[in-house]
């Protein structure tokens, strides 16, 4: 397994909207894998393929407190959504910030499996915030782009400031805030 390089806003590339997995083999498991490695290391809860520059639908997270329960969901799709709540959010390409977000706290999702199998869950809570927040990233949109203009542009500015001081690029294995992160 390998750690990957996470890309950071305002990285371009977190833009690019993703396209459906197509073969489900053991490169894909692999990249399963390295995901996982790298969500677990972060440390986050969630992590989508477009964080670490790979374009396919796929995202991994483990919202469980021992983090010991990783799942893969692939080519996934949003069934239903209820309840809305507002809580603070992060994420791995926008590191040490957390801002109120508002998501549905409960969904229905049907996916795939790293082998390929269909499956349906009803998520709540934090699993249900994370599915959502990684689906934006697979469509090409972060957090911060549900905040002000003014805001999105504090937030850019502070992390470039925070790269050019720890003499970084755009993709980090910078140190990370203790809290896990989407």
Not at 51 to 66: C, G, K, L, P
Not at 108 to 125: H, P
């Amino acid at each position: 397994m390998a750690l990957l390089p996470i890309l950071e806003f305002p990285d371009t590339r977190l833009r690019i909207r993703a396209k459906p997995v197509e073969h489900f083999d053991a490169q894909l498991r692999q990249l399963i894998a390295d995901m996982v490695e790298t969500m677990y290391a972060a440390p986050g809860v969630g992590l989508a393929g477009t964080q670490v520059n790979v374009h396919r639908h796929i995202f991994v997270m483990d919202t469980s407190a021992e983090k010991n329960d990783p799942q893969a969901y692939i080519n996934t799709e949003i069934l239903e959504r209820d309840e809305i709540q507002v809580a603070e959010e992060g994420c791995l390409s926008v590191p040490t910030i957390f801002e109120p977000i508002r998501r549905a706290t409960r969904v229905r999702v049907r996916a795939r499996d790293a082998d390929g199998a269909l499956f349906e869950r009803e998520l709540t809570g934090l699993a249900a915030v994370c599915v959502q927040h990684e689906m934006d990233h697979l469509a090409g949109k972060l957090f911060v782009d549900y905040l002000t203009a003014l805001k999105r542009e504090r937030i850019r500015r502070r992390l470039e400031k925070e790269r050019r001081e720890r003499g970084g690029s755009a993709s980090s294995s910078s140190p990370r805030s203790a809290e896990p992160a989407l």
